[in-house]
């Protein structure tokens, strides 16, 4: 029986899993005890968890579980990642490259490295959403000491060529951090085979909780060191002291877990789902995808209504169904996409744009029923 209100709105946040959920439980209760505690039971046994999430969370990535430092999300772990780098790395080179359509996270710590004296070149994207290699290739100097490309898009899932990133940043000996919040657990990553040197991820994109994430930093080949962000008791090896969030971490581990056993089958699942709410609507006059189609993430499609005013689309639809059109964290933001504006998407069209984020849990009786609403609120407007 369908139930309403609808979510349609996956990559913003993702329900908890009930197999996740009952993983942490015990963990706030029975086995409440703090990891860095080394003289007792319980810090034994909550140590213990945390390696096992470790190892989890390294085996989803391809990573060695010494590699995985946890943090509270994806945006401490973009922070730690390209602050601690560069200052780090200040001797070397004070030159950043990264892309017009990144997520706030790494365009705004990216601001806030330029006040610090850092050079940052943002690369353009084609109308597909997809970076030019030439153009990354000609904008590395001397100084380039970093490079953050995401992996995939949280407004429009457009991937981006990971690996040729990885292997002109390797070819250089700079440091390449890929920020795989959006993709990770929803499509393969592979560190070792994508030359990635840092990757972040966050376990309220993949069915678990908000407050938990880990940042990858890769030991050798090159051993990458960071100047840690946070200070005080030295815990993850340095790189981010407090005491740790165990059944957070535990819920991560979980998360990674099951997305490595359910991957296969949930990318031609959630994409036929994808494929047919997409179907369904651009049937309609003047809708169309916005982003490439052939380098993308299964779950996410980004319409645009042109002639449609998007905020009464939006408030309509939302009525029902939970849609957004873009990131979470610029909902309240009047100004159009960053990420549409720099597909070359027009202010009209970009406010004009919804995001579908399908997920674990939608069906197929919903994508139906989502059609029909849009349809019919779109006609109505």
Request: proline residues 4%.
């Amino acid at each position: 029986m369908l139930k309403l209100p609808l979510y349609l709105d996956n990559n913003a946040t993702t329900p908890v899993d009930p197999e996740v959920l009952q993983a942490m439980l015990p963990y706030f209760t029975e086995h409440f005890g703090n990891a860095a505690s080394r003289s007792h039971s319980f810090g034994w046994v909550a140590e213990e968890a945390v390696t096992q999430a470790r190892e989890q969370v390294a085996q989803l990535i391809h990573a060695d579980p010494s590699e995985i430092v946890f943090t509270s999300g994806a945006t401490e772990a973009i922070n730690l990642a390209m602050k601690g780098a560069y200052e780090m790395y200040s001797t070397k080179g004070n030159h950043i490259i990264t892309c017009t359509t990144e997520h706030k996270a790494v365009l705004d710590t990216c601001k806030h490295l330029e006040k610090s004296g850092a050079e940052v070149t943002y690369l353009p994207v084609n109308s597909d959403g997809i970076m030019d290699l030439n153009l990354l290739e000609t904008a590395i100097r001397p100084n380039t000491i970093l490079i953050s490309i995401m992996t995939a898009n949280n407004e429009t899932g457009v991937l981006q060529p990971v690996k040729a990133i990885g292997t002109i940043a390797k070819a250089q000996g700079i440091i390449f951090f890929a920020d795989a919040t959006q993709a990770a657990g929803k499509i393969p990553v592979d560190v070792q085979a994508d030359n990635v040197d840092m990757l972040c991820l966050s376990a309220h994109k993949m069915y678990g909780p908000k407050g938990a994430g880990a940042l990858y930093v890769r030991r050798k080949d090159p051993r990458v060191r960071l100047v840690a962000q946070i200070d005080g008791g030295g815990h993850e090896k340095g790189m981010r002291s407090g005491t740790l969030n165990v059944p957070g971490i535990v819920a991560l581990g979980k998360c990674c877990a099951i997305c490595m056993q359910q991957m296969n089958e949930e990318v031609h699942r959630i994409g036929a789902l994808r494929d047919q709410l997409e179907k369904g609507l651009t049937q309609m006059k003047n809708v169309t995808i916005n982003g490439s189609v052939m380098h993308r993430l299964p779950n996410v499609t980004n319409l645009a209504f042109a002639g449609i005013p998007g905020n009464k689309l939006l408030t309509e639809i939302n009525r029902t169904i939970a849609v957004s059109s873009g990131s979470a964290c610029t909902s309240a933001n009047p100004e159009p996409s960053h990420v549409l504006k720099a597909m070359q998407l027009n202010d009209e069209l970009a406010k004009n744009s919804i995001r579908f984020g399908l997920g674990r849990f939608t069906t197929a009786e919903e994508t139906e029923y989502a059609i029909d609403l849009v349809k019919k609120v779109a006609q109505n407007l």
